[in-house]
């Protein structure tokens, strides 16, 4: 089974509007950790934002928050406010396990598109 | 403060050469990770080195082989280059001591086997 999976291979957004990029993972360990990147045409991984499994409150970094929901395993990303640069592939990624392991399973990516 | 450095950042090579690909980690970060993207797909773990040492190691054949330098720099190599080696390579360094353990990446090298 997919450890994550990102069932948005494309989204389209109007600029100044927000927009959620879904992502669902599967792990059986207690301690993990969830990620979003953001990967625009240079090729580079931005990292936006971080939700630990033992978090009780939802990740919020700016324009980024991440909507966290551990019954249903999802850690959906929320764009608010949406510009022209956040046009770029986005990419939910998961830390199992705790201690020294720093490995990240990642998903196959969202290729957003902010409108004008 | 400077980024993660890769070089080179593209290169050619013909199927059964080799090549090696460098990173320089954030000042500081004293892990290194490498990945490979496929095009289309989100990348996949190769190596993880802490202090000099292999900490983790993905699901890549014994052509892959990497290591990490006194400086915490580190090397990835690829002997015998087949077709699907194709890829951009992603060091990445992170700060050991970090709780979320985030990755911050480099702009990779892109590599195109003829």
């Known amino acids: 089974a997919q450890k994550i999976t990102q069932t948005q291979p494309g989204m389209f957004v109007q600029e100044k509007e927000a927009v959620t990029l879904d992502c669902t993972y599967d792990t059986s360990d207690q301690s993990y950790g969830l990620f979003w990147y953001k990967q625009p045409s240079s090729g580079e991984m931005i990292f936006l934002i971080y939700?630990?499994?033992?978090?009780?409150q939802n990740a919020t970094e700016g324009r980024y928050s991440l909507n966290f929901q551990k019954a249903r395993k999802s850690a959906n990303l929320v764009i608010s406010a949406s510009q022209l640069g956040d046009s770029a592939m986005y990419f939910c990624?998961?830390?199992?396990?705790?201690?020294?392991?720093?490995?990240?399973?990642f998903g196959s990516g969202t290729q957003l598109t902010v409108l004008p | 403060d400077a980024g993660v450095t890769q070089s080179p950042t593209h290169l050619i090579k013909t199927r059964g050469q080799h090549v090696t690909l460098r990173c320089s980690p954030i000042?500081?970060?004293?892990?290194v990770s490498w990945y490979q993207q496929v095009l289309g797909q989100g990348p996949q773990f190769i190596f993880q080195?802490?202090?000099?040492?292999?900490?983790g190691r993905g699901n890549f054949p014994d052509r892959f082989s990497a290591r990490q330098f006194p400086n915490y720099s580190s090397e990835l190599n690829v002997n015998a280059l087949l077709l699907g080696d194709s890829a951009l390579y992603l060091c990445?360094?992170?700060?050991?001591?970090?709780?979320?353990?985030?990755?911050?990446f480099g702009e990779g090298s892109r590599l195109t086997v003829l």
């Open positions: 000042s500081g970060h004293k892990s």
């Open positions: 939700q630990g499994s033992y978090d009780e």
């Open positions: 080195y802490y202090e000099k040492e292999e900490r």
């Open positions: 990624a998961m830390r199992e396990g705790a201690g020294s392991a720093r490995q990240l399973t």
């Open positions: 990445a360094s992170s700060f050991w001591q970090s709780e979320a353990g985030e990755l911050f």
